[in-house]
Antibody, heavy 119, light 107 residues
Framework: EVQLLESGGGLVQPGGSLRLSCAAS????????MNWVRQAPGKGLEWVSG????????NYADSVKGRFTISRDNSKNTLYLQMNSLKDEDTAVYYC????????????WGQGTLVTVSS | DIQMTQSPSSVSASVGDRVTITCRAS??????LAWYQQKPGKAPKNLIY???SLQSGVPSRFSGSGSGTDFTLTISSLQPEDFATYYC?????????FGGGTKVEIK
């Protein structure tokens, strides 16, 4: 059974940093691209970043480019999102999502972790 | 960036009704489209991938169609557990983008 468990969310001041983690199990982690998708309170879904299985290639939404860094440790079956220079508008539930084979469509999602940016 | 436009933004329907949701891409995306269902306080769940393929475990009353720029999600006979918000997502090119969502409410 595929399981994705996010952690690391919390309250942080504007300009601060936070690192999210997503522990994966139930599949061969290194074989699949992984993503972060966020959802601001009461709003729709926004893709944030994606990384291929090897970790060699990454992509970002313009809204986070230069501030967020996605990475993965395939030996630990864990996905990360380092978030720096946080802004109020980064407040959201952050989901990790597994991509389907050879596609950037998401077949499994974690339960999400809430990040609140506020002074 | 590819813009995804869903319509309607909300729909009121009764149990047993047929419901159709439309998603239009601002440029052609072949069949690189997925549909998700989200219930309040829960993570999204994949229903359809590659525009028309049913995700394992998803009831057959859900179906998807379309290619290029115009896509539809159809629920053939609405069940109580189907009241939720539905999103389309294009996987053709980065940045990946979602439609604004369609909330299916009880009539």
């Amino acid at each position: 059974e595929v399981q994705l468990l996010e952690s690391g969310g919390g309250l942080v001041q504007p300009g601060g940093s936070l690192r999210l983690s997503c522990a994966a199990s139930g599949f061969t982690f290194s074989s699949y691209a992984m993503n972060w998708v966020r959802q601001a309170p009461g709003k729709g879904l926004e893709w944030v970043s994606g990384i291929v299985g090897s970790g060699d290639s990454t992509n970002y939404a313009d809204s986070v480019k230069g501030r967020f860094t996605i990475s993965r440790d395939n030996s630990k079956n864990t996905l990360y999102l380092q978030m720096n220079s946080l802004k109020d508008e980064d407040t959201a539930v952050y989901y990790c999502a597994k991509a389907r084979s050879s596609s950037w469509q998401f077949d499994y999602w974690g339960q999400g972790t809430l990040v609140t940016v506020s002074s | 960036d590819i813009q995804m436009t869903q319509s309607p933004s909300s729909v009121s329907a009764s149990v047993g009704d047929r419901v159709t949701i439309t998603c239009r891409a601002s440029q052609g995306i072949s069949s690189w489209l997925a549909w998700y269902q989200q219930k309040p306080g829960k993570a999204p769940k994949n229903l359809i991938y590659a525009a028309s393929s049913l995700q394992s475990g998803v009831p057959s009353r859900f179906s998807g169609s379309g290619s290029g720029t115009d896509f539809t999600l159809t629920i053939s006979s609405l069940q109580p557990e189907d009241f939720a918000t539905y999103y389309c997502q294009q996987a053709n090119s980065f940045p990946l983008t979602f439609g604004g969502g369609t909330k299916v409410e009880i009539k």
